[in-house]
């Protein structure tokens, strides 16, 4: 059971550079969410995906998309990345909010 | 706006020693709050709270909560260097969950 997958583990782009990092779940849940990790700030919330075919933003959307592509995967895109974007991102999911999240391992991304 | 404030940001303690996390909040359409532990990559569930005043316990880890002050405490008793962590503090809300920045604990032997 693999729970949540996310690639690439690590990145390096170069600034203007455009890159999708991939978020996958086979445990048939609704809602699916992308966060950064930034020293000293905890997690942030980038964008969310309550259920298929919908997507809402977060507290910090500016400069990222998303696209929710099927019950199982939600994909988020930096279209011209930005050494600001310089973290880790976290995707999660979970069925019911009140159970919690189930989170992937992580992207270390690095904008140089 | 919603807040999750941690304190201390970081600890530094001896095995055996016991320590508190603290989590205190400000946050419309609260749910319940959580406690993670994260070491290298994801971060892991400890505990879920709802209600006030009832004690979660997990070996040597315990945690509750305050609903009328706003906040939650997480302990540790009898720390082992395994227990050195980032600990997360998180308040459900209606639609995600909103973190604290976190409490880097090292436990040395």
């Known amino acids: 059971n693999a729970g949540v997958t996310q690639t690439p583990k690590f990145q390096v782009l170069k600034t203007g550079q455009s890159m999708t990092l991939q978020c996958a779940q086979d445990?048939?849940?609704?809602?699916m969410y992308w966060y950064r990790q930034d020293p000293g700030m905890g997690l942030r919330l980038i964008y969310y995906s309550a259920s298929e075919g919908t997507t809402d933003k977060g507290e910090v959307p500016n400069g990222y998309n998303v696209s929710r592509l099927n019950k199982r995967e939600f994909s988020l895109r930096l279209e011209s990345a930005a050494p600001s974007q310089t973290s880790v991102y976290f995707c999660?999911?979970?069925?019911?909010?009140?159970?919690?999240?189930?989170f992937g391992s992580g992207t270390r991304l690095t904008v140089v | 706006e919603d807040k999750v404030v941690q304190s201390p940001l970081s600890l530094v303690v001896h095995e055996g020693d016991t320590v508190t996390l603290n989590c205190s909040y400000e946050?419309?359409?609260?749910?319940?709050l959580l406690w993670y532990k994260q070491e290298k990559k994801a971060p892991t569930f400890l505990f879920m709270l709802?209600?006030?005043?009832i004690e979660k316990k997990s070996g040597r880890l315990s945690s509750i909560l305050d609903k009328k002050e706003l906040f939650s405490i997480l302990n540790i008793t009898a720390t082992q260097t395994g227990d050195s962590a980032v600990y997360l503090c998180a308040v459900l809300r209606n639609n995600d969950m909103r973190f604290g920045a976190g409490t880097r604990l090292t436990v040395k032997p």
């Open positions: 946050v419309t359409n609260f749910r319940s």
């Open positions: 709802t209600s006030s005043g």
């Open positions: 999660a999911s979970s069925e019911l909010l009140a159970d919690g999240y189930t």
């Open positions: 445990m048939n849940h609704n809602s």
